[in-house]
């Protein structure tokens, strides 16, 4: 990291200290928005679900004690800019009330606290994370949200990194990751352990499995959309943080009446001091790679781990019709280690290093013309980039590998209300992709540059109806795709129905077809140092298709009495996948072909309320296969094959104290073995099936507590504690074979052993 930006973030974080006697004192006749509707909970035995950060600056005189509970909701509207929306399972939704234009209409709440607070299944079939309201995890005490959404059935990753996240049994280069609409190539700190995404500026999450709205297109197995807050705040806040990882912080200051910005940065400790946790991370992400094994005659030494992130986002309300918001993300991992020999007693040394860099930056305008029209406009540039240097110190050679990835994207959408149960949504997308991969050798001189581009222009409709009980939802529509390149064209519909009876019951119907012109391959296991092994690739039409998917699921919910019974079957195709994109070290660990992945699955999710407790149980099944023509055998378990998993947690929440404990169990990941008796033939492993057995299952018991207090009548504070892995369980993750000799040697991959993690956050 340069010297300019490490001093940048320092001055940034320094300003947020000495930013605490800018607010000024509480009115004594008002109170605090929290804490009217803490005492309203216990009045009239409801619970209000909103965000935190959204109503800590607003302060009201509190309503008369003699209101009936609808009374008190039509006087907390009159006197705030939030809406109070009374569900018949007694919970109370506070919404923000600018963020109810023609366009941006909420989607209905179907089940609030779907796991736990702060997560809720929304009538579009997606899931929402609140990401200020949340709850606790077992595990989690800093909202990581790509952790935070591996809680949901049919979604796990399948070697416990956030940059391997395999929704229903898909590979991770097809989720589609947007930050605020932007898409991202990169996903994690720590080359996957940790996300990049700081959960301080982002406010909510979206995901969606299934049934996604026309206007998206990529991710053929999932979307993941994170989101700031589209409000304009009015009061400066912002808070500060450090923990056992990184120290960070984040402030929302109001310009005018009519803008406000929203900056937050993180950078990580390991230039002061190196933790556990940091110490656990490392030895994680370096094994059997060559910066923990090198050759006998070489020592490395020096290693250093670093990252930052830092984001932005402005909002200007140009009048009450017309808005601009425009938003940056800058994200940095640099991994340095020296490579030391001794040759003819003369003393060698050479610098080996590792970087991921990520930059992005957005605008989005929106008009409303009448009552009935609204358009959006918004473009983006994300640029990614993976780079590593591999010093060979014995051969006094160095060899440059680089992947970037330049995307441009522009979408002009219009919304066009019919009437209160109509809705029409049309637009255009146009996006221009290119990737570039470099492999150059200074000794014997070899480079081999390779750049590719595709565009793509997108048109898409979608009509939305609700009806007049708002007990039946139902979204559905077309999304046409041309690609110029191949002069392709591809239709995709979508739908997403869902259906409400008997008070407590909901249908839900949700299919979709979808395309994506990228994936991650592997070209060999020691690329990029063989920490971040894949690199992206655009299809060609040729040896990399353009891959195509076809979902359906149909599901069935119970919700009474804080009761939660959900269950939903799918099945999923997705075609012209490559054995590079799949992860493969056995005996197709070298062929270049293209098949088609078949899924059949089941996600089930049990959840109990009572009072301050919640509990929960989780249970997916998977039947995932490959189907590759041109490979000895054309069928055979997927990669990410993860048959049984299960998740049990439980949490205790009260005004000052949560608490929360859970267990996460699978099946262990398909691997394929060398024959007994015969493991080398013609100098080659000779493997049996391909992926018939399973590793041993996976285990893993996780705890976390977070403590709030005040320390002065504006500054509140929290400390946490989590612990992953509390049980240290030893479990294998990986697993695969290597000649050594005249001997095969089985190479395990370990997952996290025990690691703590402390936090300590103060919000002003």
Not at 215 to 239: A, C, H, L, P, R
Not at 372 to 378: D, I, M, N, P, S
Not at 591 to 614: A, C, Y
């Amino acid at each position: 990291m340069a010297i300019q930006t490490k001093r940048f973030i320092v001055i940034l974080l320094l300003s947020f200290v000495f930013s605490f006697p800018t607010h000024s004192q509480e009115t004594e006749n008002k109170q605090s928005l929290s804490e009217i509707l803490s005492l309203l909970e216990k009045r009239f035995n409801v619970q209000f679900n909103y965000a935190e950060d959204a109503i800590s600056q607003t302060e009201i005189t509190p309503p008369n004690e003699t209101l009936t509970l609808n009374e008190t909701l039509n006087y907390l509207e009159t006197v705030t800019d939030f809406l109070f929306r009374l569900t018949e399972d007694q919970m109370v939704l506070v919404i923000l009330k600018d963020t109810l234009s023609n366009l941006q209409q909420l989607s209905e709440v179907m089940v609030s606290g779907y796991i736990v607070k702060g997560i809720d299944k929304l009538s579009n079939g997606s899931f929402e994370i609140d990401v200020s309201d949340f709850d606790i995890l077992p595990g989690l005490i800093d909202t990581d949200v790509l952790q935070a959404v591996q809680a949901f059935p049919g979604i796990q990753s399948i070697n416990e990194t956030v940059s391997n996240i395999n929704i229903r049994a898909g590979s991770h280069d097809q989720n589609l990751i947007l930050w605020d609409d932007i898409k991202m190539y990169q996903s994690g700190h720590f080359f996957g352990l940790i996300s990049m995404f700081n959960p301080q500026i982002t406010q909510r999450v979206s995901l969606t499995k299934n049934g996604s709205s026309t206007e998206y297109t990529d991710g053929v197995s999932g979307t993941i959309s994170m989101e700031t807050d589209k409000g304009v705040n009015k009061k400066f806040n912002g808070n500060i943080g450090v923990n056992f990882i990184d120290a960070n912080g984040f402030v929302d200051i109001p310009i005018g009446e009519k803008s406000s910005l929203q900056v937050a940065a993180r950078k990580s400790i390991s230039d002061f001091t190196e933790t556990p946790t940091y110490n656990n991370f490392f030895e994680r992400i370096s094994q059997d790679t060559e910066v923990e094994n090198n050759t006998m005659s070489i020592i490395n030494s020096d290693k250093e781990f670093d990252f930052y992130d830092a984001s932005l986002r402005w909002i200007y309300k140009i009048n009450d019709k017309e808005e601009l918001r425009i938003n940056f993300i800058n994200v940095a991992n640099e991994l340095v280690f020296n490579e030391n020999t001794t040759l003819n007693t003369t003393e060698d040394s050479r610098q080996s290093s590792l970087s991921q860099n990520s930059i992005a930056g957005a605008i989005e305008y929106s008009k409303i013309w009448n009552h009935k029209w609204e358009t959006v406009f918004e473009g983006y540039e994300t640029d990614y980039k993976l780079k590593s240097i591999n010093a060979n110190v014995l051969e006094s050679q160095r060899f440059l590998q680089e992947n970037k990835v330049s995307e441009t994207s522009l979408k002009l959408k219009a919304n066009y209300k019919i009437n209160d149960r109509l809705q029409l949504l049309n637009g255009y997308h146009f996006v221009e992709t290119e990737i570039t991969n470099l492999d150059d050798v200074d000794t014997p001189r070899f480079k081999l540059l390779v750049s590719e581009v595709v565009r793509t222009h997108g048109l898409f409709s979608q009509i939305s109806y609700t009806s007049k009980d708002r007990n039946t939802n139902l979204i559905t529509g077309l999304r046409y795709n041309y690609i110029d390149k191949f002069s392709k064209h591809l239709i995709e519909p979508r739908l997403s129905f869902s259906y409400k009876f008997l008070d407590s019951f909901s249908l839900e119907v949700l299919g979709e077809f979808k395309h994506q012109n990228t994936s991650q391959v592997i070209n060999f296991q020691n690329d990029f140092l063989g920490i971040e092994k894949r690199r992206w690739q655009l299809s060609n039409a040729k040896d990399i298709p353009v891959i195509q998917s076809r979902q359906g699921s149909i599901g069935l919910t119970f919700n009474k009495n804080g009761w939660l019974i959900s269950a939903d079957g799918y099945y999923k195709k997705v075609k012209e996948i490559t054995t590079q994109s799949q992860g493969f070290q056995n005996q197709y660990e070298f062929e270049r072909t293209s098949g088609f992945n078949e899924v059949r699955g089941l996600d089930f999710i049990v959840r109990k309320q009572i009072n301050n407790f919640n509990s929960w149980l989780s249970y997916s099944y998977t039947n995932s296969d490959y189907n590759f023509e041109d490979l000895a055998e054309k069928n055979f378990p997927s990669n990410f094959n993860i048959r049984h998993a299960l998740i049990f947690g439980t949490n205790y929440t009260s005004e000052r104290l949560k608490l929360s404990a859970g267990l996460n169990w699978n099946s262990g990941r398909p691997t394929t073995r060398p024959i007994e008796g015969d493991e080398i033939v013609n100098d080659n492993i000779n493997y049996g099936a391909t992926n018939s057995v399973e590793l041993e299952d996976y285990f893993r018991v996780d705890v976390s507590a977070l403590y709030n207090f005040n320390l002065s009548n504006k500054t509140k504070a929290n400390m946490g504690l989590s612990i992953w892995n509390l049980l240290d369980r030893k479990n294998i993750i990986n697993s695969f074979y290597r000649i050594n000799g005249d001997e095969v040697t089985e190479i395990k991959k370990r997952s996290l052993g025990i690691t703590p993690n402390l936090v300590f956050r103060v919000n002003f």
